[in-house]
């Protein structure tokens, strides 16, 4: 999801938006007019026109087109594009082809941007050829009108003769089936009728059984006939839609380089300047900064496949932010002690004093760098850095300019000239210590507030924090600096004061997964917030609920799973008192789980959800459903320690902690203890994936690289599953695991609040876990560092990028149960867990 990001922070500045509401006149247009002019005719008679999405769709009332096949992208810059729409639209009404096209120009510029996805970046317009002959005739048809113009390289699809024209298989009728990791994505029909995932990367790859028509060969055959570069890359550091930044050795010397590529037409600035515009920026700045210690030196620049290529001094190391991750007490140390936290801020303090040289010498040489932040800094082994990216730095004397783009947090609108980097640097500084940039993204006025914690946490010098203060905050204090209460029922208004009940895509705002999955989830919608208002005590809505059961009654073809699907909305809605609809919506959409193991969205949440309506309905047939079900997950477990299967992903949500977790339900339902042997041997998968930290904490490994205490893939979680355990089974291994395990629940710094990867987890898992009231209480504290006032009340940002959310998963919800956790004692807060644990608090040793 992280390449759909930057598309849904478009239309609103607080919450997560569907980028089709850039059209709908609430937001400032990107750019104007935004219309195009085929919106003013009338398709012909026999044909009508719809919005699907961001597109509207231009058809014959009968178009006859087949399920799916070889389809024309059309690409084209922001001059062009209306010009191109209305070419297309004469051509296909006049030959009865069906047709989409953006909504807008809106639409066209948000496709575009630097971090849209790269595999639709430039898709204008979509033609539905109905054959192969179709195909051809189209292709060399809309080649004399509009072959040659301008647009951005569609990188999934093969290009016909020198574009705008792009050529892909791919579905023509809505189809969706879910991928390796239970996820619900668009589908293509196999020869053996299957619905397989329609995989939408940025290279061209059809389905191994779509063949090539053969009048499309020579153009294949022209992609990789480019001239050769004395280059050979290693690997790729970072992508966007602007291009690619590639490690390298020149193959003269093997001298290991930089190649930075820039996209035609794409990455678009808040100036709708592209890629290549900035890369020759970057390309004069570098000359101008030539000999600056700790600038990449200019090594040269070539065209490519139509793409401009910079090669740079490569310049070893890792991002500051990494630096930080890798290096601050708060993330590495359960309890830090003053002697750390001190060694930790002198060596950041020499670091940013390095930083400082190096911006004073780029001012020297009259520029401004323009887009300091974290990670546009290189710490080398011995503490030596670099400033790299200097694709957006320009004249200290351009009066009242700043940036085409900026970093959340790192930048301000209310900066030209100079104040820019100083403004930059002052948050720099604030975020090698506090990873708060997303807070004072969304609230500057909390500026103030973070450098108090500053002070308060480490030994900086006093002038040093006034001085960020005073960049980042100048003036007095507003009120709204204050610390914001983190209070049950403020956190519960802030959730309902957001609620939408007039839109039936969403009820409450949280992560973007919400627009894919329909709104209505434990993890992401509706039903998790009101399940978690009602859980915590907050009480309940009429209204709000009845939004519920409308949603359940529109569901086509949902996810299965429970917190992103139809078992979750079932369970919330049982939880509410309709028990009814709740079994009817199971009724309706019961089938084979096909979202792999996990609690998240496979078969151990369908799983426990059906062994939790078993109970009390006897004779219901629901415990029939559930116990094949965990027979398949013992079976899937024996395979994993067998080595006959892939150990598959760690923790709660995704991995072996979460079966063992269903597995125990069932076994509190039965009795039966073959499930609790079962959940003893899923758990020691997971206990097989853990490495100790050198303070003593036992973590998860995560795709080979240290992972964050967190609950849904990290340690927590596992603690949490290992505790229920040990309620029912002496387990040696669980038992001696479950200290080392617990120690996350005292790690100072979490970049996010929320409950399944931030700071709310963290304070649930200690309740749970029985650590002492003093740390719990500081546990609590802390929140106040993450909360943001919203409408009168309190809000929390949600995710990797600076926007509100009142979800269960990453937002105000899942605050509100943990909050309630702490006051209840160790209540469960998250479902199928049992009452509070009986065993001795394991959290305070």
């Known amino acids: 999801m992280l390449d759909l990001f930057e598309m849904y922070t478009l239309a609103d500045p607080l919450f997560f938006e569907e980028p089709g509401r850039l059209s709908d006149g609430s937001r400032p247009a990107l750019v104007a007019p935004a219309e195009f002019s085929v919106d003013g005719l009338e398709p012909p008679p026999g044909w009508r026109r719809t919005r699907s999405g961001l597109w509207q769709v231009v058809a014959p009332e009968e178009p006859s087109l087949p399920e799916q096949g070889w389809k024309i992208h059309v690409s084209a810059t922001v001059d062009d594009a209306d010009g191109t729409c209305r070419a297309v639209w004469d051509h296909c009404t006049e030959h009865g082809i069906a047709f989409k096209y953006l909504l807008d120009m809106n639409i066209l510029v948000a496709a575009n941007t630097k971090y849209a996805p790269r595999a639709s970046s430039g898709k204008l317009l979509t033609v539905y050829p109905r054959d192969e002959a179709e195909l051809e005739r189209t292709l060399h048809r809309l080649s004399e009108r509009i072959g040659g ?11 016909w003769a020198e574009g705008p024209l792009y050529v892909r298989y791919g579905a023509f009728q809505e189809m969706w089936c879910l991928d390796a990791h239970g996820s619900r994505v668009p589908a293509l029909r196999a020869p053996d009728g299957s619905l397989v995932p329609d995989r939408r990367v940025p290279s061209f790859s059809p389905p191994p059984w779509a063949k090539l028509p053969a009048f499309l060969e020579p153009h294949l055959a022209a992609r990789s006939s480019d001239e050769r570069q004395p280059y050979v890359v290693e690997k790729a550091l970072h ?8 490690l390298a050795r020149r193959e003269e010397d ?15 600035d808040r100036d709708l300047r592209d890629a290549v515009w900035r890369q020759e920026r970057e390309e004069e700045n570098l000359r101008r900064l030539d000999g600056v210690p700790g600038v990449p030196r200019l090594l040269g620049s070539f065209t490519l496949g139509g793409h401009r290529f910079l090669v740079q001094e490569y310049k070893e190391g890792r991002t500051l932010g990494s630096w930080g991750a890798v290096h601050h007490p708060g993330v590495t140390d359960a309890r830090p002690g003053a002697d750390s936290l001190a060694a930790f801020t002198a060596r950041a303090l020499r670091i940013l004093g390095r930083l400082e040289e190096i911006l004073a010498a780029v001012h020297d040489r009259g520029l401004v760098f323009g887009d300091l932040h974290a990670n546009n800094v290189i710490v080398d082994s011995e503490d030596g850095v670099a400033l790299i990216d200097h694709e957006l730095a320009f004249d200290a004397d351009r009066e009242g300019h700043r940036a085409p783009l900026g970093a959340a947090g790192f930048s301000t609108a209310s900066r030209t000239g100079r104040a820019v980097d100083a403004y930059a640097l002052a948050a720099t500084r604030l975020s090698v210590f506090l990873p708060f940039s997303r807070i004072t993204a969304l609230a500057p006025e909390r500026a103030g507030a973070m450098v108090d914690v500053l002070r308060e946490v480490f030994p900086v010098p006093p002038e040093w924090a006034d001085e960020i203060e005073r960049e980042l905050a100048p003036g007095p204090r507003p009120p709204s600096s204050a610390p914001v209460r983190v209070a049950p029922e403020d956190i519960a208004a802030g959730i309902r004061a957001s609620a939408t009940p007039g839109r039936t895509d969403r009820l409450f705002p949280g992560d973007l997964q919400q627009f894919l999955s329909g709104g209505y989830g434990m993890a992401h919608g ?29 569901l086509r073809s949902p996810n299965q799973g429970f917190y992103d699907g139809v078992a979750g909305l079932a369970y919330a809605l049982d939880h509410l008192g309709h028990r009814e609809e709740a079994a009817d919506l199971l009724e309706r959409n019961a089938g084979e789980p096909v979202g792999g193991v996990s609690l998240f969205s496979g078969t151990a949440g369908i799983c426990a959800n059906l062994v939790h309506f078993a109970r009390g309905d006897t004779g219901s047939g629901y415990m029939d459903r559930a116990v094949p079900l965990a027979e398949r997950l013992a079976e899937e477990v024996g395979a994993a320690r067998g080595g006959s299967a892939v150990p598959g992903r760690a923790g709660l949500m995704r991995g072996w902690s979460g079966v063992a977790l269903c597995l125990l339900t069932l076994y509190r339902s039965t009795g039966d203890t073959a499930w609790i042997d079962a959940a003893v041997r899923a758990l020691h998968l997971d206990l097989d994936q853990c490495v100790t930290s050198p303070d003593g904490t036992l973590l998860v490994r995560d795709r080979g690289a240290r992972a964050l205490p967190n609950i849904d893939a990290g340690g927590l979680g596992v603690a949490l599953v290992v505790r229920e355990l040990l309620e029912h089974r002496d387990d040696g291994r669980c038992a001696e695991s479950l200290p080392a395990l617990s120690r996350s629940c005292h790690t100072l710094m979490y970049a996010q609040s929320d409950l399944l990867h931030g700071k709310a987890g963290q304070v649930a898992a200690l309740s749970r876990l029985g650590g002492r009231e003093e740390d719990l209480r500081s546990r609590v504290r802390e929140l106040e560092w993450y909360a943001l006032p919203f409408r009168g009340h309190t809000a929390f940002h949600g995710g990797r990028v600076p926007r509100l959310s009142m979800d269960l998963a990453t937002g105000g919800a899942g605050v509100l149960l943990a909050l309630a956790a702490a006051a209840g004692g160790g209540r469960p807060f998250l479902p199928f867990f049992s009452e509070p644990p009986a065993v001795p608090g394991a959290g305070s040793r």
């Open 526 to 554: 509706a039903a998790g917030v009101l399940w978690a208002l009602d859980r915590a005590g907050m009480g309940r809505s009429e209204e709000h609920e009845e939004w519920l059961l409308a949603a359940s009654r529109r």
């Open 149 to 159: 113009r301008p647009g951005p390289y569609v990188l999934s699809d093969l290009r």
């Open 254 to 268: 093997g001298l290991r380089v930089v190649l930075k590529e820039a996209r035609p037409h794409a990455g678009l």
């Open 239 to 246: 992508f966007s839609n602007g291009g690619g930044i590639y």
